[in-house]
């Protein structure tokens, strides 16, 4: 995968996560029974902490977004590609991670969250979500070669 498309990929994820935050945060409720947890519980009591924090959630998606768009383009400096790079791979981690332990827990062989509808959710879209979105950016972010 070129840098090119892995910053126009990971780009894409982002907007279209901040989107989903940004029209649970101002009220919004289809699909959010697929986040389940606290969450939804957030989302759903619609605190002024509750919005503050969506809203900060939705200028980070934004934020990395801007980022990825930088790199696919050349022109984020190394300091900058290094920080997307070691985010791209938490974010691809903790996608994994989550979508993996989710498995187990539907499959029974752990103990998982009493809500099955939202962890059927979590294994087969929104985890697997933040794992390509994070190696997209990885690899938006890695190293040029030398000439």
Known sequence: MTRRTAGSAAAALALASAA???YWTLGGTALLD????????LARGRSAGAIALGA???AAKLATA???VGLRDGRAGDRLRRVAFAGGLALAFYG???TLAGALALAGVV???DDDHAL???VLLWDPWFAVWGAALALA????RPA
Do not use: K, N, Q
Not at 34 to 41: A, K, L
Not at 141 to 144: E, K, S
């Open 56 to 58: 900060a959630v939705v």
């Open 120 to 122: 059927r959710w979590h």
């Open 96 to 98: 994994v991670l989550l």
């Open 34 to 41: 697929t986040v389940g947890g606290g969450i939804e519980d």
């Open 20 to 22: 989903v935050s940004a």
């Open 141 to 144: 972010a890695r190293r040029p």
């Open 66 to 68: 801007a980022l990825a």
């Open 111 to 113: 103990t998982g969250p």
